[in-house]
């Protein structure tokens, strides 16, 4: 096992804001690289006094909208000394033990990244079931190797300036590290609901994408007989044709992959995932209503009063 004196080739990107519950464990636990970036969003609480006060170097990310988001503009533009790069979120954990992997795999010439499985914990409680977990995600490579897919999103406003479920299209042979990574949020459920509203407003334009046969030119593709991502991916092509999508989704999380295992955190967490699909339902109508567009802006006076002069008079 390494010490603290003894620093692994790695630099880890942290993509933040307003983060001050989470941060502390989070750079705790990445305290072994050698390097550790965050990348912040004009935080207005601590997060920024609290990740230099654990050594990090923390740079600002002023988002104007468009492509690219913020991991794929820090991979383009911080000065890695390290030929490896480890993405973690401030509400995600490196174990000791996952360390020691990754110290041992990234002198692997053969590999040029590894995906990790996340252990997901919701109410207090790991959630196993469901299909959360096995939950694998390309985070470790070599920077200069990989970059984030472009889901043709950016147009949808309220979504945040950070990739959301965009997965890494990587120029190199991948691997699967054995130790899980944890994701622990010590915030509230106010703000999972927050961050899935804006979620949300994301899935509901992939839906959209996907129903229109928008192109995979520059994502990872959807292939039944890829990897797990590409595979979920085909599956979600399937899904969004689905009717009764947040009743199915239930039923799905909690019966058909053993979601009621998990107790009452499991059961919450299955009727806040069916809310979830309910939203992204909603949202998915509006844009096929709207010609591909949320959030309508609000008619001028000029243009609501044309429009009230051409309908047709009212018997009282």
């Known amino acids: 096992m390494y010490s603290q ?24 636990s990445v305290a072994l690289a050698d390097e550790v970036f965050v990348i912040d969003s004009q935080s207005s609480d601590r997060s920024v006094e ?10 600002q990310f002023y988002f104007k909208g468009g ?17 490896w790069v480890l993405i973690v979120d401030c509400d995600e954990r490196i174990t000791p033990e996952l360390w020691d992997e ?15 499985n996340r252990r997901v914990f919701f109410l207090g409680k ?32 309220n979504t945040g300036d950070n990739e959301v479920h965009e997965h890494v299209i990587l120029n190199g042979q991948v691997g699967y590290l054995k130790n899980d990574m ?3 949020d010590f915030r509230d459920i ?3 609901l927050a961050r899935h509203n804006r979620y949300s407003n994301w899935e509901a334009r ?4 996907l129903l229109t046969d928008n192109s995979d030119n520059g994502t990872i593709g959807a292939n039944l007989f890829g990897d797990s991502v590409q595979r979920k991916r085909f599956l979600k092509k399937i899904w969004v044709r689905l009717p009764f999508k947040p009743f199915l989704r239930f039923i799905l999380f909690y019966f058909i992959r053993l979601g009621f295992l998990d107790g009452k955190p499991g059961y919450t967490y299955g009727r806040l995932l069916s809310q979830y699909e309910y939203q992204i339902g909603v949202k998915l109508y509006e844009l096929r209503q709207f010609g591909g567009r949320l959030n309508q802006p609000v008619p001028s006076e000029k243009s609501l009063s044309e429009s009230v002069a051409k309908e047709p008079a009212k018997l009282s």
Do not use: M, Q
């Open 50 to 59: 609290i990740c230099e006060s654990y050594g990090a170097k923390v740079v």
């Open 102 to 116: 990754i110290a041992f795999r990234i002198k692997d010439p053969s590999f040029a990244g590894y995906y990790l």
């Open 190 to 192: 106010y703000h999972w």
């Open 67 to 83: 492509w690219p988001k913020k991991k794929n503009w820090s991979l383009d533009n911080l000065p890695f000394r390290n030929d």
């Open 126 to 157: 790991w959630i196993r079931h469901g299909g959360k977990y096995p939950d694998w995600n390309l985070r470790l490579f070599k920077h200069r190797l990989g970059r984030y897919e472009n889901l043709k999103t950016e147009d949808i406003p």
């Open 182 to 184: 944890l994701h622990i």
């Open 206 to 209: 992939v839906y959209y994408n």
């Open 5 to 28: 004196l003894e620093k692994i080739p790695v630099s880890v990107l942290i993509p933040a804001k307003d983060e001050e519950y989470n941060l502390p464990a989070c750079l705790e």
